[in-house]
């Protein structure tokens, strides 16, 4: 796909990764984007080519509206998410279950409520922006991890159910991008405008995954070992050296 002239949509349009979403789109010449938010008078984009349109994925209704008045859309890049550090042993079980229903069910109501919308427009891109934490745990983020595991796969699963209707359908995996969410972190960070530039990079190809950074890399070349204590002691020892 050539973003040029396309009409996307971005959940989480307000900040960090799912800002620089809209940016670069706008750079790269769609005609027009919907950039979405929870409150859409927080979006601030100076260009007319930018709808503000309110989407909160915890209100089924919300998506429900956003897909009925988004019916041009060709790329969707869900983007939207939080994270809230809970553990899963320890951790406050309405805060798990709020990563689950943000990145799993959330984003694909989503899914659900476009795919029939990009089907008539030619069948157009799916873009889940997904972690390197979907595929490793680390203390801290147990709840955030295995919400991203469903994510991934779910974004597996929805790729070859949407295929025959012509959509692509790509995760984008990075490590921590420097944004808002990531502020208590002191380990690397990505620029956050490279996650945009990657993904749609990586479209413009046809790939239906895009690392972007080299911990995201390592942690995936990291799974072929036979023992998974070999790569958590790794894991371990590169987080505590950050």
Do not use: C
């Not at 209704?61 to 890049?77: F, G, K, M, P």
Request: aromatic share 6%; hydrophobic share 45%; charged share 25%.
């Amino acid at each position: 796909m050539n973003v040029t002239d396309q009409i996307a949509l971005v959940t989480g349009a307000n900040r960090g990764i799912g800002r620089q979403f809209v940016l670069e789109l706008l750079e790269r010449g769609v005609s027009k984007v919907y950039a979405t938010a929870r409150r859409p008078e927080s979006l601030d984009f100076d260009d007319t080519r930018v709808v503000p349109l309110r989407l909160d994925l915890f209100d089924h209704e919300s998506v429900v509206e956003a897909a009925s008045t988004a019916r041009d859309v060709t790329l969707l890049v869900n983007n939207a998410g939080i994270a809230t550090g809970a553990a899963l042993i320890t951790g406050d079980l309405a805060e798990i279950r709020r990563e689950m229903d943000t990145h799993f069910w959330g984003t694909l109501d989503v899914i659900r409520e476009f795919s029939p919308v990009l089907a008539a427009n030619g069948g157009g891109a799916i873009v889940n922006v997904l972690s390197a934490l979907s595929w490793f745990a680390s203390p801290g983020a147990g709840a955030y991890a295995a919400a991203k595991a469903a994510e991934w796969n779910m974004t597996n699963a929805v790729r070859l159910e949407l295929e025959a209707q012509g959509t692509l359908v790509q995760g984008v995996l990075l490590g921590a991008a420097d944004t808002d969410i990531t502020a208590s972190y002191d380990g690397p960070k990505v620029d956050p405008r490279e996650v945009p530039r990657r993904a749609l990079d990586g479209l413009e190809s046809g790939l239906v995954e895009v690392i972007v950074d080299d911990w995201t890399a390592m942690v995936k070349a990291s799974l072929a070992d036979d023992d998974p204590t070999v790569f958590y002691a790794k894991i371990t020892e590169l987080l505590g050296a950050s």
